[in-house]
């Protein structure tokens, strides 16, 4: 018979793609979750013995305690086959392994790093202006490349490789870190990609989770905690959050 899901503890907060991204997985896959919303940078020691690198999210189960969503996912794949996020085929599954790789990758470096940071992180962890014309650069001379690649991919219709599948809620989840850095597209210029994107976020629950991180970005960390817990996404009781913010160990 099938595994029973098992309560999961997700630490990081919904503003996150990565932690959205592995909080979709586990509505998908009925499994219980309760979030630790600690903000980005601010995590404490206790935080940095189960995430070395000082990133989120991290899960923690009656088995394992694992950090990087690509991992989290895998593991909550394996030990939850149903319903299945990666494609039978076995091209196709690899093919959606190469889209979860590049949106970890070259999407993020651009979109998270180049912008997201830049517009988002800098001034509001670190309380340093924006450079706006480092956000210009990325957008006009990073970002299109990314999009143009995406646009060769991107399904006409439906999800890339039939029913909804890490590839699709790996590169869509990324999308709405670029909106809330104040970036539109043009949707004349890379209209699959557009609509594959509409439709993976509508389709899945990162509907609801983009909902909920669009309220958080507005919200102070507290009453943040209070906004999950009307989702319906229960809090911890303890948070391995800390007061002040700090640099992990990598270079981005």
């Known amino acids: 018979?099938?595994?029973?899901?098992?309560?999961?503890?997700?630490?990081?907060?919904?503003?996150?793609?990565?932690?959205?991204k592995v909080l979709a997985v586990c509505a998908l896959k009925r499994v219980p979750v309760t979030i630790d919303p600690?903000?980005?940078f601010f995590g404490n020691e206790r935080f940095e013995?189960?995430?070395?690198?000082?990133?989120?999210?991290?899960?923690?189960?009656?088995?394992?305690t694992l950090s990087d969503s690509a991992v989290i996912c895998q593991y909550l794949e394996e030990r939850y086959p149903d319903p299945p996020l990666w494609p039978t085929d076995v091209a196709d599954r690899a093919r959606a392994r190469w889209l979860?790789?590049?949106?970890?990758?070259?999407?993020?470096?651009?979109?998270m790093w180049r912008v997201f940071n830049e517009a988002v992180i800098k001034p509001g962890i670190w309380g340093r202006p924006r450079d706006v014309e480092e956000v210009?650069?990325?957008v006009t001379g990073e970002l299109p490349p990314v999009l143009?690649?995406?646009?060769?991919?991107?399904?006409?219709?439906?999800f890339a490789f039939g029913p909804l599948s890490i590839a699709d809620l790996s590169v869509a989840v990324l999308f709405r870190n670029l909106a809330w850095s104040r970036v539109t597209l043009d949707p004349?210029?890379?209209?699959?990609?557009?609509?594959?994107?509409?439709?993976?976020?509508a389709g899945s629950p990162l509907g609801p989770l983009t909902a909920l991180a669009d309220r958080l970005v507005r919200l102070s960390?507290?009453?943040q905690r209070e906004a999950y817990a009307a989702a319906g996404l229960p809090v911890t009781t303890d948070s391995m959050g800390g007061s002040t913010p700090r640099r992990g160990p990598m270079t981005v």
């Open 148 to 158: 143009d690649y995406l646009e060769g991919v991107a399904p006409a219709d439906g």
């Open 49 to 64: 013995a189960v995430s070395p690198l000082r990133r989120v999210p991290v899960l923690i189960d009656d088995r394992v």
């Open 188 to 201: 004349a210029r890379w209209p699959r990609t557009r609509g594959w994107v509409e439709r993976t976020v």
């Open 221 to 223: 960390p507290a009453a």
């Open 100 to 111: 979860e790789a590049f949106a970890a990758t070259r999407m993020s470096d651009v979109i």
């Open 1 to 20: 018979m099938p595994e029973s899901p098992a309560p999961a503890t997700i630490i990081g907060g919904a503003v996150s793609p990565y932690v959205r």
């Open 38 to 40: 600690i903000i980005p």
């Open 136 to 138: 210009e650069r990325a």
